[in-house]
């Protein structure tokens, strides 16, 4: 499962240089797919439940599922977050990250650094014989203490042969509980955190969900093996 996941990582790489004032959210979209089909991988995304794009492309408000669009134009100050998945040699791999446009605020940047860095806190859960709800446990523990809120009706998942495979990874709740963490398993996680109120709703396009209060959302996402040494980042961004 390396390949895929190295592909979107290395792909994300790209698309979060060249996210600047003035690209539009479809430019980045055309990129993404572009690159990974010249790398003989297949968007995953597009035709899923019928999303018509190659990536996600989630702004300020939007946590999660936007769709990219020639109208929609990155200005300095916003956040983006780009979720990107693909199949390559009969598996998947899934991955996004939240990248600031120009110059934003201190607090702005705040919410991106607590967001990645519940990630890896979460990552860190991943052990053969932990427990599943020790991943959301330690996401929910870190993002709290920052003041922000977890987003509850978005989860991460398992990824193999299919995009979303059991369990739901939830990015909250109390350590020690759901399936025993086993090696060869593999899982997505995905913190989405919202800098106000956690409760979100789906706009009227049917996908991109949005803080109902309209405040930032950030969203950070790895694929991670579990093996008997640790957790494998799969989507870690070649050294
Ligand atoms: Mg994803
Ligand atoms: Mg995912």
Known sequence: MRAPNQLVAAILAKLAAAVAPGVTTAELDALAEQWAREAGGVPAFKGYRGFP??????????????????????????????????????????????????????????????????????????????????IGHAVQEWVEAHGYSVVREFVGHGIGEALHEEPQIPNYGKPGRGPTLAEGMVLAIEPMVAMGRPETKVLKDGWTAVTRDGSLAAHFEHTVAVTKDGPAVLTAPAA
Do not use: W
């Open 53 to 134: 794009a190659t990536l996600c492309v989630s702004v300020n408000d939007e946590v999660v599922h936007g769709i990219p669009s020639p109208a929609r134009v990155l200005r300095a100050g916003d956040i983006v977050s780009i979720d990107m998945g693909v199949k390559l040699g009969g598996f998947y791999g899934d991955s996004a990250l939240t990248v600031p446009v120009g110059d934003v605020p201190k607090e702005t940047t705040a919410l991106l650094e607590v967001t990645r860095q519940s990630l890896e806190r979460a990552i860190a859960q991943v052990r053969v014989g932990g427990r599943l709800s020790d």
